[in-house]
């Protein structure tokens, strides 16, 4: 037997131990891991010169390729995928690094080598992988590429989704110690791992539960080693662990599959087994083996420093070599000839093993290979990575739901086998831009110019999509000591100039700002976020309001003129030389300049307001019951809010004589509401509101008192009166719906929504109508609950279609009615870290992912503004917490749908909730919710009376019917979906239509 043994010097982390070896499937290249400079390091080392010693002398062939150091912490386990197209690395970080290489081309010096170590390649980080809570010690690619193994010293083993990164499968936990080793049987039915609890753990790949546990062999070892890596033969038959003992003596035990039986092992180490690894390839028989047909081979690497060779066709091993390092041997790699082997040691170095056809036998073909496990195995269950196993399907209904999930995964690989194609062929054609220059985001080769009025030439920008920075497939480093060279293209340009006979004539900013309000943001109808606090009749909110102004709604034009009066001080007691009472309540408004740039600069001494302008004619007894108002000048924290004491007081709507307010969803065209106050009839004074459509009065109504704020819709027009009266008339004739309705206090808010009105008090109360049914939905109901916090601010005031007051306040909480409860609920905060730490995403359905809606609109701006993005590194530190504050996020968001009573929204998180339970193995919660939906008779002991079988408009079986679909991907649960199903379907045939 004559066997290559080499030991490159060049391999090394600078003396630091080498914890993981693995060979690129194409054999050009093999990466290492383990310790590095304060950091841990993933290496990518040449292959060719390892091979060949002309290549190894030649000092234009590089030997290290890439050096990544973004691990925090030593590196325990690097592995290529089966299609080479990603490098999987873990370590004590509790991380775990997917790499893939980059298109950039350009070498670059390795960090901190000063200039010495050079990168031929750019691999880069495309996902990282958190969810283990301890050192990560193992990792391995399923046979087929669609899953990713680990194990931690948390005793637990991750299972994650290749195909959509990071989504976890599922974690399987059941060890008692820490996991050290993971396998996959080669034909994906099983997952081998093994762990510091004495004891090797089978787990099925159909449902992910425990096959097997084997703790026979390991009663007896004493000590443990960095890693126990035990490994399948590529046929499938053996299963053979690191680190067990026989009378005492240190073996590789041999784990059939069939029955699991344990009666053979590797003997002859003299120290424990830290590692075992199989060559991928099947060999056939040789004449040196007396055993006749196909075998495998094994190398087993221990403490003891050596390591042995075994085939499966003989008693004996293959070859023996004692102190090939100074230490423990760690990890072994097969090249895919099957023919060569790499192993490393914790002393910081690597060797190399050359076999031939004579010493091991002939390799089989992949296609021989397929044939020989086909034979044992059968078509079906190689070809398929989910298989059922031995998991008996009980019901014809849950087998179907079986077939039709693997239908749907087949059709997302082959999606993403297409993309990768079209991806491939993209990167193989050049960059040549398409010449429709509408097209966002598509290549062109043409430059359009065009002219301002100047003369000026303008060039009309073009977005270009950037290219993927990442490659198809790593090539195999060029042979033969060229080193890539990089040259600038000396080429004339080819983008064609298009000169285009047209007059560019450039857009102002006010333009675009002024094109760039929506309707809803104009008028102060539903759904406006605006809060009613204007300021001399033309600024509102500390920003130009254009539905409030002295001209008549035919004279709106595109430029808004607005008077900024100087802020009066506050003095509630004063009097003007006609002895009438005048209220001059100090609302000091920030403006918004930017919003300003088109209004005419007024003149020094000009600032102040006519004082007919904002005569407030408030009853002198009214005034007097309204001690509040003589505290001292309440400052706005942001322009437009209103500010809330903690005595219940809001500031009161500042009176303007004329104003219009815009009326948007009107079928037949816009319409105003136009207020004209202080109307002199003779002695008396009058004033009056009309609803003017296309230019002309469809109806007008007076009033004796001030009006101080208007909304309306197409349904009705609400007016509310200084003298604290709310009017309600139809808009379609203006015909009053209802007598005045007596307010506690003057209207500091008001909305409308379809048929409901709310009216929020300067007493800080809240009330909302339906003007459809002539009920009361909430009745005076007061805001102290909400304002333990002392002094707050209502940032954002809504009205739902449903009639609920949905109130935003400024230290970021959001509330609203519930009124079954009769108490105010919680909807949102800016401090909910359970949405940052909740791992639902994966959960969420293609189709229900733009699902909008109250809560949707609700939240995403409260996250948008106050989350913070530490939150989630913090709960990093302890993922065991995330499980439970994923359930306790998307609970909260089923409640909050049925609170703002949002059907699609609630289906929406009902069903996320029910995948995740399903996902998760939680059969408690899900048998609770079922429980709910089947209604009696079922366990919950709810009566009859009180049990409704809809919720927001659903049927409560539509939605177990699709909750017990969702349930029927996970066999594990067919008891239950079998259950489920057969109880709703006999209630379906007993309950009356």
Request: aromatic share 8%.
């Amino acid at each position: 037997m004559v066997i290559r043994l080499l030991k490159p010097s060049w391999v090394s982390h600078e003396g630091k131990p080498i914890f993981s070896v693995d060979i690129h499937p194409d054999g050009s290249r093999f990466a290492t891991g383990g310790q590095g400079d304060n950091s841990g390091k993933v290496a990518i080392w040449n292959m060719e010169p390892v091979r060949e010693e002309k290549s190894e002398k030649d000092e234009n062939v590089p030997k290290l390729l890439c050096q990544m150091d973004n691990h925090l912490a030593c590196v325990n386990c690097v592995r290529w995928s089966n299609n080479g197209m990603f490098l999987a690395s873990a370590g004590d970080d509790k991380l775990i690094m997917i790499w893939q290489s980059s298109r950039a081309s350009s070498m670059s010096s390795v960090f901190g080598s000063g200039g010495k170590q050079v990168n031929y390649e750019c691999w880069r980080v495309k996902i990282t992988l958190r969810g283990h809570s301890g050192d990560i010690l193992d990792i391995a690619w399923s046979p087929h590429g669609t899953w990713l193994a680990s194990c931690s010293v948390d005793n637990t083993i991750i299972v994650w989704n290749a195909v959509k990164f990071p989504e976890q499968v599922t974690v399987l936990r059941g060890h008692t110690g820490l996991v050290k080793g993971l396998a996959w049987d080669p034909v994906g039915k099983y997952l081998a791992s093994q762990s510091d609890d004495r004891s090797v753990r089978v787990w099925r790949t159909c449902d992910w539960q425990q096959d097997a546990r084997i703790t026979e062999p390991f009663q007896e070892c004493s000590g443990t080693t960095h890693v126990l890596r035990l490994n399948w033969s590529p046929d499938g038959l053996y299963l053979v662990s690191a680190h067990a003992m026989n009378n005492a003596g240190p073996t590789a035990q041999i784990i059939e599959r069939d029955g699991w039986k344990t009666a053979m092992d590797f003997v002859g180490h003299r120290k424990a087994i830290t590692c075992v690894r199989f060559s991928s390839r099947i060999f056939t028989s040789s004449k040196k083996f007396s055993k006749s047909g196909e075998y495998s081979c094994c190398a087993i690497g221990s403490k003891d420093r050596s390591l042995s060779v075994w085939v499966t066709a003989s008693k004996r091993p293959l070859v023996v070599l004692h102190d090939l390092f100074t230490s423990s041997i760690l990890d072994i790699s097969w090249g895919s000839s099957g023919l060569e082997l790499v192993c490393c040691s914790w002393d910081g170095t690597v060797a190399y093993f050359d076999f031939s056809p004579d010493d091991i036998g002939a390799v089989l073909s992949d296609e021989e290979k397929l044939k020989v496990q086909e034979q044992i195995y059968g078509k079906s269950i190689y070809n398929t990575e989910n298989c059922l196993g031995n998991r008996i399907i009980e019901s014809a209904e849950l087998l179907s739901i079986q077939e039709e999930k693997d239908h749907q995964e087949k059709l997302q690989l082959l999606q993403l086998e297409q993309q990768q194609k079209q991806q491939q062929r993209s990167q193989s054609q050049p960059v040549v831009l398409c010449s429709d220059s509408n097209s966002v985001g598509k290549p062109t080769n043409r430059q359009i110019e065009t002219r301002t009025k100047d003369g000026r030439r303008r060039i009309t920008p073009i977005f270009l999509a950037p290219q993927p920075d990442v490659s198809e497939m790593p090539l195999p480093f060029m042979s033969g000591g060229a080193v890539p060279m990089f040259s600038s293209s000396k080429e004339a340009s080819q983008i064609v100039v298009e000169k285009k006979d047209e007059v560019t004539s450039p857009v102002s900013a006010s333009k675009l700002k002024e094109s760039s309000r929506s309707a809803a943001d104009m008028n102060g109808g539903p759904g406006s976020s605006k809060l009613p606090v204007a300021v001399d009749g033309t600024v509102r909110n500390g920003k130009l309001d254009p539905q409030v102004t002295s001209a008549p709604p035919a004279s709106l034009g595109t430029t808004i003129s607005a008077k900024l009066p100087e802020q009066p001080a506050a003095d509630v007691t004063s009097r003007t030389k006609s002895g009438d009472p005048t209220d001059k309540l100090n609302l000091n408004v920030r403006v918004n300049l930017d919003l300003l740039e088109d209004v005419p600069k007024k003149k020094d001494g000009r600032g102040r307001p006519r004082k007919d302008r904002v005569a407030d004619h408030y009853p002198p007894q009214q005034m007097a019951a309204l001690p509040q108002y003589s505290l001292p000048p309440m400052q706005l924290q942001e322009t437009g809010n209103v500010s809330i004491r903690s005595q219940l007081t809001l500031p009161l709507l500042s009176i303007q004589k004329n104003f219009n307010v815009q009326i948007s969803d009107v079928a037949d065209g816009s319409a105003w509401l136009e207020v004209e106050n202080e109307i002199q009839a003779g002695t008396f004074t009058l004033h009056r509101a009309r609803c003017v459509r296309n230019a002309r009065t469809a109806w007008e109504t007076i009033f004796t008192s001030w009006v101080v704020a208007a909304a309306g819709n197409s349904f009705m027009a609400c007016i509310a009166c200084k003298d604290c009266t709310l009017n309600v008339f139809s808009m379609g004739g203006g015909r009053r719906i209802c007598p005045p309705i007596a307010l506690d206090g003057f209207a500091s808010v008001l909305r409308c929504s379809g048929v409901h009105v709310m009216v929020i008090t300067s007493n800080g109360s809240v009330s909302v109508w339906n003007f459809k049914s002539f009920t009361a939905i909430l009745k005076n109901e007061s805001m102290s609950s909400l304002l333990a916090n002392g002094h707050l601010q209502i940032e954002k005031c809504t009205l739902t279609d449903q009639g609920l007051p949905v109130l935003s306040f400024s230290n970021g909480l959001t509330f609203t009615f519930k009124v079954e409860l009769g108490c105010w609920t919680q909807l949102a905060s800016s401090s909910d870290i359970l949405f940052l730490f909740s791992d639902h995403k994966n959960c969420v359905s293609g189709s229900s992912v733009m699902v909008s809606g109250p809560l949707a609109s609700l939240q995403s701006q409260t996250l948008k503004d106050h989350a913070s993005t530490n939150a989630s590194r913090l709960f990093r530190s302890a993922p065991s917490l995330q499980p439970a504050a994923t359930v306790s996020y998307l609970e909260n968001q089923i409640q909050c749908c049925l609170s703002l009573k949002s059907a699609n929204e609630y289906k929406k998180w009902l069903l996320t909730y029910i995948r995740y339970l399903v996902n998760e193995a939680m059969e408690t919660k899900l048998r609770e919710v079922c429980d709910e939906l089947l209604g009696p008779p079922s366990r919950v002991r709810v009566p009859t009376s009180r049990w409704d079988s809809t919720i927001l408009g659903f049927q409560k079986s539509d939605l177990l019917r699709e909750i017990l679909q969702i349930v029927g991907m996970n066999v594990h649960f067919q008891r239950l979906f079998t259950e489920y199903q057969e109880q709703l379907s006999s209630q379906t045939t007993s309950r009356p239509s």
